[in-house]
C-alpha cells in the first residue's frame, strides 16, 4: 500500500474521470494480487492470456487467491 501512498499526489489528476477508474480497477488487483502471495505480473500476464478461452461460470478459478499457473 506504500507505492499507493507514495503517488497520491502524482495520481491527483489522472486525466480524466475514466483513467482514474481504470487505475483504481489496476491498482487493486495488484494489490490482491500481493496480498495472497502471487507474483502480480506473472498473474495478470498468465490470467489475461487465459481469458479469451476461459468459460464464464469459472472465472472465479483466475482469482489470485485460486490461481494456478
Not at 501512498?5 to 487505475?23: C, D, P, T, W, Y
Request: glycine letters at 8%; a positive charge; hydrophobic letters at 45%.
Amino acid at each position: 500500500m506504500r507505492a499507493i501512498a507514495l503517488g497520491r499526489k502524482n495520481h491527483l489528476f489522472v486525466g480524466s474521470e475514466a483513467g482514474g477508474k481504470a487505475a483504481a480497477i489496476a491498482y487493486t488487483l495488484i494489490e490482491t494480487a500481493k496480498l495472497n502471495d502471487v507474483d502480480p505480473q506473472a498473474w495478470l500476464a498468465d490470467t489475461l492470456a487465459r481469458l479469451p478461452d476461459h468459460k464464464i461460470t469459472k472465472v472465479g478459478e483466475l482469482l489470485p487467491w485460486r490461481w494456478q499457473p
